[in-house]
């Protein structure tokens, strides 16, 4: 974790971060090499176990995936960097809540109502599809048909876009009228129905406690919001993140670790005064522009804009500064990541695709194989779960800020004549004095109008009613000095799919050579992330190179920089790309050289260029070079070349 | 992550694994220490937000807990000082498996048969007890009364000590025997049940494919083994660790984080040689002395001995060199973390509490205020799990060893008389002759036996069975050459339970200071694991410390490590004790005299002795603080010592 130092002088994205631009590819070009080379990518990920279906011995379980040694130590690199990036980098709070959570919880939270696809199946043998991707696939094999008129072609395109917000009598309609059946059999579909995505289990022996794991680790933060707030000793804005586990019980998994059942979330909620939401760091990223594709470019169907977050945030294109400023930080991540700057883009989500409650959102999205795939939601969720625990729990989830001077503001005062009152409602009368300390002012300004107008109102209280007349109360209003204000915070919350960026560095990290004899291909995987640092190659079996592995090794270690030994017996070319397909980023050669003058020599993956190197120099210089402290065109310059990439490789 | 230099050189745990020894309390001074400070600790843990229940304003879920800003950052830390003490240190491949798991594969494991607690009830209001543990608890009361005669005090200590090795009816006769009925409601105690203690799912829309949350993370690494050996280009022995989620549905969780339904495990399989389980580093722990709590010494009811592990190995009270090797790094790790040594004992399992297939068991017990609990189990789990894998899915799950020479062995050839047999059994002929190739050498020498000795021998395939005459085989022995042996790798697992360390570190890190005017606690962890590194606290709220207090922070935060700053209006003094309450090992003071010649007071927090220092050294030293690199001695020996504590504290 230690020394990223290079990463977190702000702005130096501009060298770091487009380290490796002059390998970039276009859009279209990234898009159709990806697809191309996708049967290579997924050989080479199962090959060397970046992961594979989990269970495989038994047939496998689809939508669960396993990170073998080289996924697992990229997926502990992404986290430490995005810690790095954002925890520590910004001052957030960690928390580290329980995946299994009670009804309650995502009841108040709208889970368990709401958190649903659309099912349809063939009722005879039981195969069930996800019915919006189901309609998308049939829409599409209808518009690839020749035979299908332009007319129909453009109604299935419109279909198709809209097909994630049908309700079930749309979709059930549509696919009759298109005489859809289910795919294999034909047998007729089922009605659609929704299938809630959660997984339910029982808490504890008694099998009453109805349970959940959690479909993100969201709720986690806000059912601890006052913990977390007194520990913030009551200051806002703060934020708090999680790295956790998220689970989705999802109907028909694909698209490998795009698609799955259980994944690494890292979220962040990020508590602030709802009638300023201006972030103290947005100047260090106003002046930075990325690919904003926003409402009115998808309506249009325009390319994205390219404009600073500062005219983003004045246009209202980007609802606020700190939506805005955790878009930045986001576009930085990836791109330290190894994503390339061609295939990111920030999408805004339509109108009708925002959750009622939500101001604004944007997601990161990746051009992959399989085309954009969005890998972070930047939403603006207002206070709506705050409210919604407040309510369920019964409990006080507001925030308090105090003003620098008292302010003077407005109010109504009731005005009971508590005479009369007593003598109207008897006991009931403390309840009514009661109702009225917690009216609100527009609640006030209708009862008010009400006396004032008609000299009556009819106040409700629970199950009863009472009629409240101008003799009882005189609504006024007046003026008090008030020294803070209570209220339930807004949360704007990046939210991150680690295992989709993990796949999406994987398929951005991967190229082909094709300046060597043989065309093969490798990995290209940002050293700071790279899931093994270096590798340490003996030229061959002979036993005096033993005692220089060791030390090579030691002396590597001793900087926490992972290394692989590879001692077997094949050539150094083959040993080279076997280090190269799993992104190894440096590799060191002890050859007879080593034995009489202690120099090995060090190979960059990327260029396939080599220096001779002192071996007590190795780790320094490969950690220098990891953290970014150092460029490989420093160690060129520092230590004298070693062959040529051709005649050893 | 990085310089974590001083912990890898081996074996110089002397120096700092023991740095805080002089502080360090005797057995029976350390329990009752933590014992009559409990409530005192629970509090601290519970107020600065280490953990609490988890769903705290819906009542809480009983077993779950969160982990707040510094829980979480110290479970952080642990889990990246394990990995670097054990994977990178010991070459280990780390893998990643899913937490939901298909039934199969927990059914050849053994857990849906037997993963199980014996369950009493109140059968009229539903509430559970965990059967063992309410014998304990009856035991103990039984004890404690003073009517009790000595003879039944006896035998209720033998029954307390052997509760949880009791089957159902045994249970029952004793509850019964003694009267025992329901806590609270005194109404019977219902018959004791097995109750299965995982959370059970479905995987899919289907409902029909059923799951479990995985009760371990073992599991996951057994089902990849044939991938992990490859991933190793087929080499043994190896090692292969999993940080991950482990689930249990305890019938009545308890004690805070020792016995939770939702916990983070630490596991290593290493898969060796069953012939050999020699451990090519074991050299380098064989003079270390741990106390060793063996069958004898729990037998005779002697304390713990204090042997070197070479004898230890060499007497055969630890089965093999591999299982004492890993029991000396878990020393070391638990050290590392803080652990007292009074409070560490490696207690071995009896032969009636180990598994049937294991052949020996270890657990690392730490000593707590409810007494010693076992934080860390080490088990030679033998071949146990992968014969099972692979009879459950009919995978080869095999590795291979080649000797350096072939090697001439003796074996059975059984000399079948094709023509006899095919006479005798016709089609099936075929079936017994492939039979043959299957036999292991000891069936064939029992075969051998009696053919020699009663002229035939009746040999079962399946359901049937076929008579063989001396005519048809001549079994002999002869001798072939061999090059490989092929077999089921044992395996050895250290399995660490990440939560009960916590727990233990908080415990034993829980101080108070008598030498200042009034008593307070303060935790001490070990820099290297701290929650956070540093704190930054300017003397007063005068706005002209503010730029010294930024620079400060980013001086810090350049070196990744973590800091708070506390900026509220209170007294230093009162801020110091907030710090060392959460265990923040440094502290940085801006005042007046910073503003003038941009020195700054560095205090730490064990010795409270502060010295001046220019702020541009303070991140640099404040690392090398962390990792060992430099001591407190050092620091002070290199700048002036400042004030003293009782005066500004």
Chains 1, 2 share one sequence.
């Not at 889970?111 to 199946?121: E, G, N, P, S, Y």
């Not at 006396?451 to 101008?470: A, D, M, N, V």
Request: charged share 25%; hydrophobic share 35%; proline share 5%.
């Amino acid at each position: 974790m230690l020394i990223r130092k290079a990463m977190q002088k702000f702005p130096s994205f501009c060298g770091l971060y487009k380290m490796n631009s002059q390998e970039e590819l276009k859009e279209g070009e990234l898009e159709s090499f990806l697809s191309a080379h996708r049967p290579a990518i997924d050989d080479l990920l199962r090959r060397r176990f970046f992961y594979r279906p989990s269970f495989e011995i038994y047939g496998g379980i689809s939508g669960l995936f396993d990170y073998g040694p080289p996924g697992c130590a990229l997926k502990r690199e992404v986290e430490d960097l995005w810690r790095q990036h954002f925890i520590l980098e910004e001052d957030m709070l960690e928390l580290a809540g329980t995946n299994l959570t009670p009804e309650v919880v995502l009841e108040a939270s709208g889970h368990v109502a709401k958190f649903t696809d659309f099912m349809v199946k063939d009722e005879e043998d039981d195969r069930c599809w996800r019915a919006d991707k189901l309609l998308v696939e049939s829409m599409k094999e209808i518009i690839n048909n020749k035979d299908t008129t332009e007319e129909v072609k453009e109604e299935c395109r419109k279909i198709k876009s809209l097909a994630d917000t049908y309700k079930e009598e749309q979709l059930h309609e549509i696919f009759t009228r298109f005489g859809i059946k289910c795919p294999g059999s034909g047998r007729p579909l089922s009605y659609p129905k929704p299938f809630n995505l959660m997984f339910g289990t029982m808490i504890g022996p008694s099998g009453r406690q109805k349970g959940f794991l959690r479909p993100e680790t969201a709720q986690g933060i806000f059912v601890n919001f006052k913990n977390l707030y007194d520990y913030n000793r009551n200051k806002l804005p703060f934020a708090v993140a999680q790295i956790g586990l998220g689970f989705r019980n999802e109907i028909s998994p694909r698209d490998g670790l795009l698609r799955v059942r259980e994944f690494t979330m890292a979220e962040i909620e990020y508590f602030v005064n709802p009638s300023n939401k201006d972030h103290h760091k947005f100047q260090n990223v106003a002046a930075m522009v990325i690919p904003l594709f926003g409402q009115e470019q998808q309506e249009l169907q325009t390319p994205p804009i390219y404009i600073t977050l500062e005219e983003a945030v004045t246009r209202k294109i980007i609802n606020n500064q700190t939506l805005a400023y955790f878009m930045a930080r986001t576009y930085l991540f990836l791109r330290a990541c190894g994503i390339k700057a061609e295939g990111i883009r920030f999408r805004q989500h339509m109108k009708d695709e925002m959750a009622h409650y939500s101001s604004d959102c944007w997601d990161a999205e990746i051009l992959l194989s399989i085309g954009w795939v969005e890998v972070v939601g930047h939403a603006d969720r207002s206070c709506y779960d705050l409210t919604k625990h407040a309510e369920k729990s019964k409990k006080n989830l507001l925030a308090a800020e105090t003003y620098p001077q008292p302010r003077i503001v407005d109010f109504i005062d009731m005005k009971p004549n508590k005479g009369v009152m007593g003598a109207a409602f008897k006991a009931k009368n403390q309840l009514i004095l009661a109702k009225f300390q917690e009216l609100s002012e527009l609640e006030k300004a209708s009862i008010k109008h009400a006396i004032e107008e008609h000299g009556e109102y009819e106040l409700t209280i629970g199950e009863e009613s009472f009629k409240l007349t101008r003799d009882m109360i005189k609504p006024e209003v007046t003026q008090k000095s008030v020294s803070q204000e209570t209220f339930y915070p807004s949360v704007i919350e990046p939210s991150f799919g680690i295992g989709r960026i993990i796949y999406s560095i994987l398929e951005h990290a991967f190229r082909e050579r094709t300046n060597v004899k043989e065309a093969r291909s490798y990995l290209y995987i940002p050293p700071v992330i790279a899931p093994v640092k270096c590798c340490v190659l003996p030229l061959s079996k002979n036993p005096d190179f033993d005692q220089f592995v060791d030390q090579l090794k030691e002396t590597i270690k001793r900087k926490s920089l992972s290394c692989e030994v590879d001692d077997s017996s094949t050539t150094i070319g083959k040993k080279y790309a076997r280090c190269d397909e799993i992104g190894i980023p440096f590799a060191v050669t002890v050859d007879f050289q080593t034995v009489s003058d202690h120099t090995v020599t060090l190979r960059e993956t990327l260029s396939m260029t080599q220096v001779r190197i002192p071996l007590e120099n190795v780790g320094k210089v490969i950690q220098k070079l990891v953290f970014s402290q150092m460029t490989w065109e420093n160690v060129q310059c520092t230590y004298p070349a070693f062959a040529t990439e051709g005649s050893t490789n």
